[in-house]
Protein backbone atom coordinates (compact mmCIF):
# COMPACT_ATOMS: atom_id res chain seq x y z
CA UNK A 1 0.00 0.00 0.00
CA UNK A 2 1.94 2.79 -1.26
CA UNK A 3 0.48 6.33 -1.88
CA UNK A 4 2.58 8.87 -3.75
CA UNK A 5 1.65 12.15 -2.92
CA UNK A 6 1.55 14.57 -5.81
CA UNK A 7 1.66 18.39 -5.10
CA UNK A 8 2.18 21.58 -7.15
CA UNK A 9 4.93 22.68 -4.37
CA UNK A 10 8.08 21.16 -4.22
CA UNK A 11 8.59 19.08 -1.50
CA UNK A 12 10.63 20.66 1.50
CA UNK A 13 12.61 17.67 2.07
CA UNK A 14 13.10 15.34 -0.63
CA UNK A 15 14.94 11.85 0.10
CA UNK A 16 16.35 9.63 -3.20
CA UNK A 17 17.14 6.41 -3.49
CA UNK A 18 19.34 6.74 -0.22
CA UNK A 19 20.96 3.70 1.58
CA UNK A 20 23.26 3.55 4.14
CA UNK A 21 25.48 0.82 5.77
CA UNK A 22 27.65 1.08 9.23
CA UNK A 23 31.44 0.68 9.24
CA UNK A 24 30.44 -2.97 10.37
CA UNK A 25 28.83 -3.81 7.17
CA UNK A 26 25.32 -3.82 8.89
CA UNK A 27 22.87 -2.11 5.86
CA UNK A 28 20.79 0.00 7.64
CA UNK A 29 18.62 2.05 5.11
CA UNK A 30 17.76 0.35 1.66
CA UNK A 31 16.83 2.74 -1.07
CA UNK A 32 14.70 5.09 0.56
CA UNK A 33 12.63 7.28 -1.34
CA UNK A 34 10.65 9.94 0.54
CA UNK A 35 8.97 13.20 0.20
CA UNK A 36 7.95 15.54 3.34
CA UNK A 37 5.77 19.19 2.23
CA UNK A 38 6.33 22.47 4.02
CA UNK A 39 3.71 22.11 7.11
CA UNK A 40 3.46 18.39 7.03
CA UNK A 41 3.36 16.00 9.77
CA UNK A 42 4.61 12.67 9.04
CA UNK A 43 5.64 9.13 11.35
CA UNK A 44 7.91 6.77 10.88
CA UNK A 45 7.16 3.84 12.72
CA UNK A 46 8.50 -0.02 12.50
CA UNK A 47 9.99 -2.24 14.55
CA UNK A 48 13.44 -1.94 16.69
CA UNK A 49 16.33 -1.66 14.12
CA UNK A 50 13.99 -0.82 10.96
CA UNK A 51 16.42 2.14 10.22
CA UNK A 52 14.23 4.87 11.73
CA UNK A 53 16.38 6.22 13.69
CA UNK A 54 19.25 6.23 11.15
CA UNK A 55 17.24 7.62 8.52
CA UNK A 56 16.51 10.79 10.60
CA UNK A 57 19.99 10.63 11.75
CA UNK A 58 20.78 11.84 7.97
CA UNK A 59 18.75 14.35 7.81
CA UNK A 60 20.65 16.76 9.79
CA UNK A 61 24.09 14.81 8.36
CA UNK A 62 25.04 13.07 11.88
CA UNK A 63 25.17 10.42 9.35
CA UNK A 64 25.77 10.58 5.52
CA UNK A 65 24.58 8.15 3.60
CA UNK A 66 26.67 5.77 1.85
CA UNK A 67 24.66 6.58 -1.39
CA UNK A 68 21.66 9.03 -2.58
CA UNK A 69 20.99 12.15 -2.05
CA UNK A 70 18.93 14.30 0.58
CA UNK A 71 17.58 17.67 -0.62
CA UNK A 72 16.31 19.99 2.18
CA UNK A 73 14.51 23.62 0.78
CA UNK A 74 16.16 22.38 -2.89
CA UNK A 75 19.51 22.24 -1.69
CA UNK A 76 21.49 18.71 -1.57
CA UNK A 77 22.54 17.91 2.03
CA UNK A 78 26.19 16.65 1.27
CA UNK A 79 27.53 19.88 1.24
CA UNK A 80 26.83 21.63 4.29
CA UNK A 81 28.09 20.82 7.80
CA UNK A 82 25.95 19.52 10.25
CA UNK A 83 25.77 22.98 12.38
CA UNK A 84 24.75 24.33 8.95
CA UNK A 85 22.30 21.97 8.29
CA UNK A 86 20.91 22.13 12.30
CA UNK A 87 20.01 25.89 11.18
CA UNK A 88 16.47 23.97 9.68
CA UNK A 89 16.42 20.75 11.03
CA UNK A 90 16.05 20.40 14.94
CA UNK A 91 16.66 16.74 15.73
CA UNK A 92 15.31 16.07 19.28
CA UNK A 93 16.96 12.86 20.28
CA UNK A 94 15.39 9.67 21.72
CA UNK A 95 17.49 9.95 25.49
CA UNK A 96 17.41 13.57 26.66
CA UNK A 97 20.84 12.31 28.61
CA UNK A 98 22.53 12.03 25.22
CA UNK A 99 21.34 15.66 24.33
CA UNK A 100 22.14 17.47 27.33
CA UNK A 101 25.93 18.58 28.68
CA UNK A 102 25.77 21.96 29.90
CA UNK A 103 26.23 22.87 33.64
CA UNK A 104 22.81 24.34 33.92
CA UNK A 105 19.17 24.23 32.58
CA UNK A 106 20.35 27.97 31.90
CA UNK A 107 23.48 27.19 29.97
CA UNK A 108 22.14 24.72 28.35
CA UNK A 109 19.50 26.95 26.62
CA UNK A 110 22.24 29.51 26.44
CA UNK A 111 24.15 26.97 24.63
CA UNK A 112 21.69 26.70 21.55
CA UNK A 113 21.13 29.83 21.12
CA UNK A 114 25.10 31.47 21.54
CA UNK A 115 25.54 29.62 18.05
CA UNK A 116 23.06 32.16 16.30
CA UNK A 117 25.38 34.75 17.50
CA UNK A 118 22.90 36.75 19.34
CA UNK A 119 24.28 39.66 21.49
CA UNK A 120 24.06 39.63 25.52
CA UNK A 121 20.84 41.22 26.10
CA UNK A 122 19.14 39.32 23.82
CA UNK A 123 20.71 36.19 24.29
CA UNK A 124 19.34 36.60 28.12
CA UNK A 125 15.71 38.12 27.12
CA UNK A 126 15.28 34.89 24.47
CA UNK A 127 16.79 32.61 27.57
CA UNK A 128 14.23 33.93 29.82
CA UNK A 129 11.59 33.73 27.38
CA UNK A 130 11.81 30.20 26.61
CA UNK A 131 12.66 29.14 30.20
CA UNK A 132 9.11 30.40 31.13
CA UNK A 133 7.46 29.12 28.02
CA UNK A 134 8.98 25.51 29.16
CA UNK A 135 7.80 26.63 32.84
CA UNK A 136 11.72 24.82 33.79
CA UNK A 137 12.77 28.83 35.13
CA UNK A 138 12.42 27.53 38.39
CA UNK A 139 15.08 24.39 37.73
CA UNK A 140 17.33 27.46 35.77
CA UNK A 141 20.64 26.87 37.78
CA UNK A 142 19.88 23.15 38.41
CA UNK A 143 22.35 20.73 36.16
CA UNK A 144 20.34 18.73 33.29
CA UNK A 145 21.67 15.59 34.43
CA UNK A 146 19.48 15.98 38.29
CA UNK A 147 16.00 16.62 36.08
CA UNK A 148 13.66 14.08 36.16
CA UNK A 149 12.46 12.25 32.96
CA UNK A 150 9.79 14.19 32.17
CA UNK A 151 12.08 17.82 33.29
CA UNK A 152 14.78 16.76 30.97
CA UNK A 153 12.62 15.98 28.42
CA UNK A 154 11.00 19.10 27.75
CA UNK A 155 14.73 21.06 28.53
CA UNK A 156 15.76 18.56 25.52
CA UNK A 157 13.09 19.98 23.50
CA UNK A 158 13.27 23.37 24.62
CA UNK A 159 16.67 23.31 23.66
CA UNK A 160 16.13 22.84 20.27
CA UNK A 161 12.30 24.84 19.44
CA UNK A 162 14.20 27.98 21.03
CA UNK A 163 16.63 27.90 17.87
CA UNK A 164 13.14 28.30 15.98
CA UNK A 165 14.03 25.63 12.89
CA UNK A 166 11.57 25.17 10.33
CA UNK A 167 12.08 21.42 10.78
CA UNK A 168 11.57 19.58 14.00
CA UNK A 169 12.53 16.01 14.28
CA UNK A 170 11.56 13.87 16.97
CA UNK A 171 12.93 9.80 18.02
CA UNK A 172 10.29 8.65 20.59
CA UNK A 173 9.00 11.72 21.90
CA UNK A 174 5.95 10.25 24.23
CA UNK A 175 8.59 7.65 25.06
CA UNK A 176 8.66 7.36 29.53
CA UNK A 177 6.59 10.45 29.83
CA UNK A 178 3.23 10.57 31.65
CA UNK A 179 -0.16 11.29 30.19
CA UNK A 180 -0.26 14.67 31.25
CA UNK A 181 3.44 15.09 29.54
CA UNK A 182 1.76 13.72 26.29
CA UNK A 183 -0.99 16.21 26.54
CA UNK A 184 1.38 18.69 26.78
CA UNK A 185 3.84 17.36 23.88
CA UNK A 186 0.47 17.19 22.22
CA UNK A 187 -0.08 21.20 22.49
CA UNK A 188 3.13 21.68 21.84
CA UNK A 189 3.40 20.28 18.45
CA UNK A 190 0.16 21.29 17.50
CA UNK A 191 1.36 25.12 18.38
CA UNK A 192 4.14 24.28 16.31
CA UNK A 193 2.11 23.09 13.62
CA UNK A 194 0.66 26.12 13.48
CA UNK A 195 3.07 28.24 13.13
CA UNK A 196 3.81 25.84 9.52
CA UNK A 197 6.56 23.88 11.04
CA UNK A 198 7.36 20.31 9.70
CA UNK A 199 7.17 17.64 11.97
CA UNK A 200 8.50 14.05 11.45
CA UNK A 201 8.00 12.06 14.64
CA UNK A 202 9.62 8.46 15.59
CA UNK A 203 6.88 6.74 17.43
CA UNK A 204 6.18 2.86 19.03
CA UNK A 205 2.66 4.68 20.23
CA UNK A 206 0.27 3.25 17.77
CA UNK A 207 -2.66 5.09 19.80
CA UNK A 208 -0.81 8.34 19.69
CA UNK A 209 0.18 8.00 16.15
CA UNK A 210 -3.09 7.12 15.06
CA UNK A 211 -4.92 10.05 16.51
CA UNK A 212 -2.47 12.92 15.96
CA UNK A 213 -0.59 12.14 12.79
CA UNK A 214 -1.78 12.43 9.85
CA UNK A 215 0.33 10.80 7.83
CA UNK A 216 2.88 7.90 8.33
CA UNK A 217 5.25 5.75 6.96
CA UNK A 218 6.09 1.78 8.19
CA UNK A 219 9.90 0.90 8.26
CA UNK A 220 11.10 -2.71 8.19
CA UNK A 221 14.61 -3.77 7.65
CA UNK A 222 16.08 -0.62 6.55
CA UNK A 223 13.23 -0.04 3.79
CA UNK A 224 10.16 1.96 3.84
CA UNK A 225 7.16 -1.03 3.57
CA UNK A 226 4.04 1.08 3.51
CA UNK A 227 3.85 5.37 3.25
CA UNK A 228 -0.09 6.84 3.51
CA UNK A 229 -2.62 8.28 5.56
CA UNK A 230 -2.50 6.93 9.28
CA UNK A 231 -5.31 5.45 10.18
CA UNK A 232 -5.06 3.38 6.78
CA UNK A 233 -1.83 2.21 7.48
CA UNK A 234 -2.41 1.36 11.03
CA UNK A 235 -5.70 -0.35 10.23
CA UNK A 236 -4.17 -2.95 8.08
CA UNK A 237 -3.37 -5.96 9.65
CA UNK A 238 -0.45 -7.54 7.97
CA UNK A 239 1.31 -4.46 7.79
CA UNK A 240 0.60 -4.02 11.34
CA UNK A 241 1.56 -7.64 12.36
CA UNK A 242 4.77 -7.31 9.42
CA UNK A 243 5.85 -4.64 11.92
CA UNK A 244 5.47 -5.94 15.26
CA UNK A 245 2.40 -3.01 16.56
CA UNK A 246 -0.80 -4.26 17.90
CA UNK A 247 -4.08 -2.71 16.45
CA UNK A 248 -4.88 0.18 17.35
CA UNK A 249 -7.59 0.73 20.50
CA UNK A 250 -9.99 2.06 18.36
CA UNK A 251 -9.57 -0.82 15.95
CA UNK A 252 -9.96 -3.56 18.04
CA UNK A 253 -13.30 -2.05 19.73
CA UNK A 254 -15.03 -1.65 16.38
CA UNK A 255 -13.56 -5.06 15.51
CA UNK A 256 -15.27 -6.73 18.38
CA UNK A 257 -18.50 -4.31 18.10
CA UNK A 258 -18.37 -5.64 14.24
CA UNK A 259 -18.67 -9.35 15.72
CA UNK A 260 -21.17 -8.50 17.26
CA UNK A 261 -23.49 -6.89 15.15
CA UNK A 262 -22.90 -3.91 14.40
CA UNK A 263 -21.55 -4.24 10.91
CA UNK A 264 -21.42 -0.23 9.88
CA UNK A 265 -18.86 0.27 12.21
CA UNK A 266 -15.78 -0.29 9.86
CA UNK A 267 -16.32 3.38 8.63
CA UNK A 268 -15.66 4.77 11.99
CA UNK A 269 -11.88 4.20 12.35
CA UNK A 270 -11.00 7.16 14.78
CA UNK A 271 -11.95 7.71 18.43
CA UNK A 272 -14.17 10.07 17.96
CA UNK A 273 -16.05 8.76 14.72
CA UNK A 274 -16.53 6.00 17.60
CA UNK A 275 -17.79 8.00 20.08
CA UNK A 276 -20.05 9.32 17.58
CA UNK A 277 -21.14 6.25 16.09
CA UNK A 278 -22.23 4.77 19.59
CA UNK A 279 -23.88 8.18 20.62
CA UNK A 280 -26.26 8.23 17.28
CA UNK A 281 -26.97 4.46 17.84
CA UNK A 282 -28.25 5.16 21.83
CA UNK A 283 -29.77 7.88 20.96
CA UNK A 284 -31.60 6.04 17.94
CA UNK A 285 -32.09 2.89 20.24
CA UNK A 286 -33.92 5.24 22.81
CA UNK A 287 -36.04 7.21 20.37
CA UNK A 288 -37.20 3.58 19.06
CA UNK A 289 -37.74 2.42 22.33
CA UNK A 290 -39.95 6.02 23.09
CA UNK A 291 -41.73 5.23 20.19
CA UNK A 292 -42.90 1.35 21.10
CA UNK B 1 34.17 14.38 13.79
CA UNK B 2 34.17 11.31 14.77
CA UNK B 3 35.90 9.16 17.78
CA UNK B 4 35.32 6.00 16.24
CA UNK B 5 39.04 5.30 16.63
CA UNK B 6 38.49 4.24 19.95
CA UNK B 7 37.03 1.62 19.31
CA UNK B 8 40.58 0.00 18.03
CA UNK B 9 40.78 -0.76 21.96
CA UNK B 10 37.95 -2.40 22.23
CA UNK B 11 38.11 -6.41 22.78
CA UNK B 12 36.81 -8.58 19.60
CA UNK B 13 36.59 -12.35 20.11
CA UNK B 14 38.53 -14.27 17.74
CA UNK B 15 40.61 -17.48 16.99
CA UNK B 16 44.12 -16.68 16.71
CA UNK B 17 47.35 -17.23 18.48
CA UNK B 18 47.35 -14.25 19.95
CA UNK B 19 43.79 -14.04 21.21
CA UNK B 20 44.90 -17.80 22.60
CA UNK B 21 47.71 -15.90 24.68
CA UNK B 22 46.81 -16.12 28.85
CA UNK B 23 46.66 -12.02 29.41
CA UNK B 24 49.36 -12.09 31.51
CA UNK B 25 51.81 -12.99 28.53
CA UNK B 26 50.10 -10.03 26.53
CA UNK B 27 50.80 -7.94 29.81
CA UNK B 28 54.49 -8.65 29.48
CA UNK B 29 54.54 -7.81 25.46
CA UNK B 30 52.97 -4.23 25.98
CA UNK B 31 55.25 -3.55 28.87
CA UNK B 32 58.48 -4.74 26.99
CA UNK B 33 57.19 -2.90 23.73
CA UNK B 34 56.95 0.30 26.18
CA UNK B 35 60.01 -0.32 27.88
CA UNK B 36 61.73 -1.21 24.96
CA UNK B 37 60.42 2.11 23.07
CA UNK B 38 61.72 4.23 26.24
CA UNK B 39 65.04 3.13 25.90
CA UNK B 40 65.71 4.66 22.19
CA UNK B 41 65.41 8.29 21.35
CA UNK B 42 66.99 7.56 17.57
CA UNK B 43 65.07 6.91 14.40
CA UNK B 44 66.39 3.52 13.46
CA UNK B 45 66.23 1.15 16.52
CA UNK B 46 62.57 3.00 17.04
CA UNK B 47 61.44 1.86 13.86
CA UNK B 48 62.70 -1.83 13.74
CA UNK B 49 60.78 -1.92 17.19
CA UNK B 50 57.84 -0.67 15.78
CA UNK B 51 58.22 -2.70 12.26
CA UNK B 52 58.54 -6.20 14.91
CA UNK B 53 55.04 -5.42 16.22
CA UNK B 54 53.61 -5.88 12.81
CA UNK B 55 53.79 -9.28 12.77
CA UNK B 56 52.27 -9.86 15.96
CA UNK B 57 49.31 -7.39 14.62
CA UNK B 58 48.75 -9.78 11.54
CA UNK B 59 49.03 -12.90 13.04
CA UNK B 60 46.29 -11.91 15.91
CA UNK B 61 44.52 -11.24 12.67
CA UNK B 62 44.19 -7.16 14.36
CA UNK B 63 45.11 -5.62 11.57
CA UNK B 64 42.43 -3.47 10.51
CA UNK B 65 41.91 -2.08 14.11
CA UNK B 66 45.72 -1.53 14.46
CA UNK B 67 45.47 0.49 11.64
CA UNK B 68 42.19 2.36 13.01
CA UNK B 69 44.32 3.31 16.08
CA UNK B 70 47.16 4.73 14.40
CA UNK B 71 45.12 7.17 12.37
CA UNK B 72 43.75 8.16 15.33
CA UNK B 73 46.95 9.51 16.38
CA UNK B 74 47.40 11.91 13.50
CA UNK B 75 46.67 14.96 15.57
CA UNK B 76 49.16 13.84 18.37
CA UNK B 77 51.80 13.10 15.21
CA UNK B 78 50.82 16.43 14.33
CA UNK B 79 51.66 18.14 17.79
CA UNK B 80 54.43 16.15 17.76
CA UNK B 81 56.33 17.15 14.87
CA UNK B 82 55.38 21.02 15.25
CA UNK B 83 56.91 20.99 18.77
CA UNK B 84 59.84 19.18 18.10
CA UNK B 85 60.95 20.52 14.60
CA UNK B 86 60.28 24.20 16.47
CA UNK B 87 62.67 23.75 19.85
CA UNK B 88 64.56 20.36 18.67
CA UNK B 89 65.20 18.52 15.55
CA UNK B 90 62.96 16.76 12.70
CA UNK B 91 65.55 13.53 13.44
CA UNK B 92 64.04 13.60 16.98
CA UNK B 93 59.83 14.55 16.27
CA UNK B 94 60.59 11.14 13.64
CA UNK B 95 61.70 9.27 16.56
CA UNK B 96 59.16 10.32 18.86
CA UNK B 97 56.49 9.40 16.24
CA UNK B 98 57.52 5.98 16.45
CA UNK B 99 57.47 5.85 20.16
CA UNK B 100 54.68 6.99 20.43
CA UNK B 101 53.06 4.82 18.18
CA UNK B 102 55.07 1.75 19.54
CA UNK B 103 53.62 1.98 23.00
CA UNK B 104 49.96 2.72 21.20
CA UNK B 105 50.24 -0.36 19.30
CA UNK B 106 51.26 -2.00 22.24
CA UNK B 107 48.38 -1.32 24.17
CA UNK B 108 46.26 -1.30 21.27
CA UNK B 109 47.28 -5.05 21.24
CA UNK B 110 46.64 -6.32 24.11
CA UNK B 111 43.25 -4.17 24.38
CA UNK B 112 42.02 -6.18 21.42
CA UNK B 113 42.73 -9.15 22.70
CA UNK B 114 42.29 -9.90 26.18
CA UNK B 115 39.08 -10.42 27.22
CA UNK B 116 37.92 -7.96 30.47
CA UNK B 117 36.85 -10.94 32.30
CA UNK B 118 40.09 -12.95 31.73
CA UNK B 119 41.82 -9.64 32.56
CA UNK B 120 40.39 -9.91 36.29
CA UNK B 121 41.04 -13.08 36.79
CA UNK B 122 44.63 -12.93 35.68
CA UNK B 123 44.90 -10.09 38.00
CA UNK B 124 43.40 -12.04 40.80
CA UNK B 125 46.13 -14.71 40.10
CA UNK B 126 48.57 -12.06 40.51
CA UNK B 127 47.04 -11.69 44.04
CA UNK B 128 46.00 -8.37 43.61
CA UNK B 129 42.70 -7.77 45.76
CA UNK B 130 39.42 -9.06 43.82
CA UNK B 131 38.21 -5.24 43.84
CA UNK B 132 41.13 -3.40 42.34
CA UNK B 133 40.86 -6.34 39.51
CA UNK B 134 37.28 -6.08 39.39
CA UNK B 135 37.49 -2.32 38.95
CA UNK B 136 40.47 -2.41 36.81
CA UNK B 137 38.76 -4.70 34.19
CA UNK B 138 35.44 -2.78 34.12
CA UNK B 139 37.70 0.63 33.91
CA UNK B 140 38.88 -1.11 30.70
CA UNK B 141 35.36 -2.15 29.38
CA UNK B 142 34.09 1.55 29.26
CA UNK B 143 36.47 2.74 27.09
CA UNK B 144 34.46 2.13 23.89
CA UNK B 145 31.39 3.32 26.35
CA UNK B 146 32.88 6.53 26.54
CA UNK B 147 34.07 6.54 23.26
CA UNK B 148 30.17 6.71 22.56
CA UNK B 149 29.15 9.47 24.93
CA UNK B 150 31.37 11.62 23.92
CA UNK B 151 29.95 10.98 19.97
CA UNK B 152 26.63 11.56 21.65
CA UNK B 153 28.13 14.71 23.16
CA UNK B 154 29.25 15.93 19.88
CA UNK B 155 26.25 14.84 17.98
CA UNK B 156 23.92 16.62 20.35
CA UNK B 157 26.51 19.79 20.40
CA UNK B 158 26.25 19.65 16.82
CA UNK B 159 22.72 19.41 15.85
CA UNK B 160 22.39 22.39 18.35
CA UNK B 161 24.76 24.41 15.71
CA UNK B 162 27.85 24.58 17.07
CA UNK B 163 30.44 24.00 14.13
CA UNK B 164 32.95 21.32 15.14
CA UNK B 165 33.89 20.38 11.15
CA UNK B 166 35.90 23.22 10.99
CA UNK B 167 38.97 23.16 8.98
CA UNK B 168 43.10 23.36 10.62
CA UNK B 169 44.45 22.19 13.57
CA UNK B 170 44.04 25.10 15.75
CA UNK B 171 40.16 24.65 15.37
CA UNK B 172 40.32 21.06 15.72
CA UNK B 173 41.52 21.01 18.92
CA UNK B 174 39.54 23.97 20.29
CA UNK B 175 36.36 22.03 19.25
CA UNK B 176 37.64 19.39 21.93
CA UNK B 177 37.26 21.72 24.95
CA UNK B 178 33.89 22.09 24.94
CA UNK B 179 33.30 18.26 25.04
CA UNK B 180 35.65 17.59 28.17
CA UNK B 181 33.62 19.20 31.34
CA UNK B 182 30.09 17.50 29.62
CA UNK B 183 32.08 14.16 28.98
CA UNK B 184 33.69 14.25 32.62
CA UNK B 185 30.30 14.90 34.19
CA UNK B 186 29.05 12.42 32.76
CA UNK B 187 31.47 9.73 33.17
CA UNK B 188 31.58 10.54 37.31
CA UNK B 189 27.53 10.13 36.80
CA UNK B 190 28.25 6.80 34.97
CA UNK B 191 30.65 5.87 37.73
CA UNK B 192 28.59 6.95 40.58
CA UNK B 193 25.04 4.64 38.66
CA UNK B 194 27.77 1.70 38.09
CA UNK B 195 28.74 1.98 41.78
CA UNK B 196 25.09 1.67 42.61
CA UNK B 197 24.22 -0.94 40.79
CA UNK B 198 27.02 -3.07 42.00
CA UNK B 199 26.16 -2.62 45.58
CA UNK B 200 22.64 -3.24 45.13
CA UNK B 201 23.54 -6.71 43.69
CA UNK B 202 25.98 -7.37 46.87
CA UNK B 203 29.01 -6.32 45.16
CA UNK B 204 31.79 -7.47 47.61
CA UNK B 205 29.52 -8.66 50.60
CA UNK B 206 31.69 -12.27 50.49
CA UNK B 207 35.11 -11.98 51.09
CA UNK B 208 36.16 -15.57 49.63
CA UNK B 209 35.36 -15.94 46.19
CA UNK B 210 35.41 -18.89 43.71
CA UNK B 211 35.51 -18.58 40.36
CA UNK B 212 33.61 -20.98 37.57
CA UNK B 213 36.52 -20.43 35.44
CA UNK B 214 40.05 -20.38 35.60
CA UNK B 215 43.16 -19.68 33.79
CA UNK B 216 46.07 -21.31 33.37
CA UNK B 217 50.22 -20.05 32.07
CA UNK B 218 50.32 -22.81 29.75
CA UNK B 219 53.67 -23.73 27.69
CA UNK B 220 52.62 -21.56 24.84
CA UNK B 221 52.73 -18.50 27.31
CA UNK B 222 55.73 -19.79 28.67
CA UNK B 223 57.97 -20.03 25.32
CA UNK B 224 55.88 -16.50 24.16
CA UNK B 225 57.00 -14.42 27.36
CA UNK B 226 60.93 -16.34 27.84
CA UNK B 227 61.14 -14.79 24.16
CA UNK B 228 59.64 -11.45 24.64
CA UNK B 229 62.22 -11.13 27.98
CA UNK B 230 64.90 -11.89 25.68
CA UNK B 231 64.33 -9.47 23.46
CA UNK B 232 63.86 -6.64 26.21
CA UNK B 233 67.29 -7.95 27.27
CA UNK B 234 68.98 -7.68 23.52
CA UNK B 235 67.54 -3.99 23.55
CA UNK B 236 68.76 -3.37 27.06
CA UNK B 237 72.45 -4.46 26.09
CA UNK B 238 72.24 -2.42 22.63
CA UNK B 239 71.12 0.47 25.01
CA UNK B 240 74.36 -0.04 26.42
CA UNK B 241 76.89 -0.54 24.23
CA UNK B 242 75.31 2.15 22.11
CA UNK B 243 78.25 4.03 21.45
CA UNK B 244 79.89 1.07 19.95
CA UNK B 245 76.97 0.09 17.74
CA UNK B 246 77.70 0.42 13.99
CA UNK B 247 76.60 4.17 12.47
CA UNK B 248 74.12 2.70 10.33
CA UNK B 249 71.43 2.16 13.99
CA UNK B 250 72.61 5.88 15.19
CA UNK B 251 71.64 7.41 11.66
CA UNK B 252 70.19 10.83 11.99
CA UNK B 253 68.64 13.05 9.09
CA UNK B 254 70.61 15.93 8.28
CA UNK B 255 68.19 18.18 9.58
Redesign the interface.
Known sequence: MITIYISKDLPLIIIENVDYVYPNGTVALKNINLNVHKGEMLGIMGKNGAGKTTLIRTLNGLIRPTSGDIYINNENTNSKSIAELSKNIGLIFQNPSHQLFANSVEDEINFSLKNLYLNKEELQIKTNEILKKFNLDKYRDRSPLNLSGGESKKLAIASIICRAPEILVFDEPTLGQDAREIESFIKLINTEKEKGKTIIIITHNIEFAFEFIPRTILMESGEIIADGPTQNVLNNNFLTERSSLILPQTRQLSLALQKIGFQDINKAVSKNDIIEYLINFLRNKTTSVQEE | MSL?FLNAFKFMKKESFLHNLDPRAKLVLALTYTISALLFNQIIPLLIIFLSLIPLVIFGKILKQWIKSIRGLSFLVLFIIILNTLFLSLSFAIAMIFRICIMVSAFSIFFLTVDPNDLALSLISMKFPYEFAFSFSLAFRFVPTIANEAQ??I???????????KKGFINQIKNLFPLL??LI??SI?RAFNVAEALESRAFGSKKERSYYYTIKFSLKDWIFTIYLILILIIFIFIKIQFSVMPDWLVWRLPV
Open positions: ENIDAQQSRGYEMQIPICK
